[in-house]
């Protein structure tokens, strides 16, 4: 059987085929990655760790596909951390780990709870060509509260779109002010890197 890493991740398609590409992947996803030395998720927690944001501050790792931001987030030092997804075999691994205090189902261009309700939201890969579009970036700065952290990346596929690079600029102009910024490795098999990027809401 082909492992979904033989696909053309970083194209578009629908939340259908998105959903069915990760059912399929998930109890094989954490082999892969280490495999591949994903790179972002530490990446995106060291970041966020080196704003002032209280480690015990309210944390919505979305898009938390079976928990590696999570993990990531709580070597971190984070110590309130909920996690959705709109894949329930990625959320069923998971729940196993124990990582969050909240596993959330997930609904398609939606955030869980009422807008303020986390102090940051992290994004670890989900904003990107194949994933989530560019608007999702708007939806999560709004679910924010003021001061809020919004953490994600950008891989290098998606920096090479000018949708998603519109949508960030249009979010710095309306919304938000770019407090981190780095390009980095990703994917380094794949010799794939990203931008972690972290926005503070207005």
């Known amino acids: 059987m082909k492992s979904p890493m033989d696909a053309k991740l970083w194209t578009p398609r629908s939340v259908e085929d998105t959903q069915a590409l990760y059912a399929d992947w998930a109890r094989a996803y954490d082999a892969d990655m280490a495999r591949m030395s994903y790179a972002t998720p530490d990446r995106i927690a060291r970041a966020l760790a080196a704003t002032d944001l209280p480690k015990d501050a309210a944390v919505l790792d979305f898009g938390c596909g079976t928990g590696l931001s999570g993990a990531a987030l709580r070597a971190a030092g984070f110590t309130r951390i909920d996690g959705t997804d709109i894949s329930p075999e990625m ?7 124990g990582l969050y205090d909240t596993v959330i189902p997930g609904t398609p261009g939606a955030v869980p709870g009422a807008p303020g309700d986390y102090a940051a939201i992290v994004a670890t890969g989900v904003i990107s ?18 001061g809020g952290r919004l953490a994600f990346s950008y891989n290098d596929p998606t920096l090479a779109d ?11 102009d309306t919304l938000a002010t770019r407090e981190h ?9 794949k010799v794939t890197g990203s931008d972690v990027i972290i926005l503070r809401r207005a």
């Open 162 to 172: 000018s949708t998603y690079i519109a949508a960030l600029d249009q979010a710095l």
């Open 91 to 97: 959320l069923q691994v998971a729940r196993a780990k």
């Open 129 to 146: 060509l194949g994933a989530a579009p560019p608007s999702m970036l708007h939806v999560l700065l709004k679910a924010l509260r003021p």
């Open 181 to 189: 910024r780095q390009h980095g490795p990703h994917l380094n098999e």
